[in-house]
């Protein structure tokens, strides 16, 4: 079993930024991929950005290309998100996720979820 705890979110003004951390442990060994989803009220979940453990293979969003940065320190099993300029509609709790195929991360059935940490961004 793999346990992954978040933390960083918190409430921005509009432009500003923050940073999300995610520490998995357990069987981690196994896990080929690490990264992060979002899902606000109403809407369906967004696969945000989602990195190779291994290294190498990065995928974001379209909607955050260029304003958020995804990196890892493999030593300490922990993945990153780099937020800048900040959009209201940014807005969401953020899962951090991993999993051990890619399949499962595009599909968005990753084998382990985090508990979520929010995100709120304001005008």
């Known amino acids: 079993q793999v346990r992954l705890v978040e933390s960083g979110g918190g409430s921005v003004q509009t432009g500003g930024s923050l940073r999300l951390s995610c520490a998995a442990s357990?069987?981690?060994?196994?896990?080929?991929?690490m990264g992060w989803f979002r899902q606000n009220t109403g809407k369906e979940r967004e696969r945000v950005a989602t990195?190779?453990?291994?290294?190498?293979?990065?995928y974001y969003a379209d909607s955050v290309m260029g304003r958020f940065t995804i990196s890892q320190d493999v030593a300490l099993n922990t993945v990153y998100l780099r937020m800048n300029s900040l959009k209201p509609e940014d807005t969401a709790m953020y899962y951090c996720a991993a999993g051990s195929s890619p399949f499962k991360m595009l599909t968005g059935r990753p084998d382990y979820w985090g508990q979520g940490t929010q995100v709120t961004v304001s005008s």
């Open positions: 990195i190779a453990t291994g290294g190498g293979s990065i």
């Open positions: 357990g069987s981690t060994h196994g896990l080929e991929s």
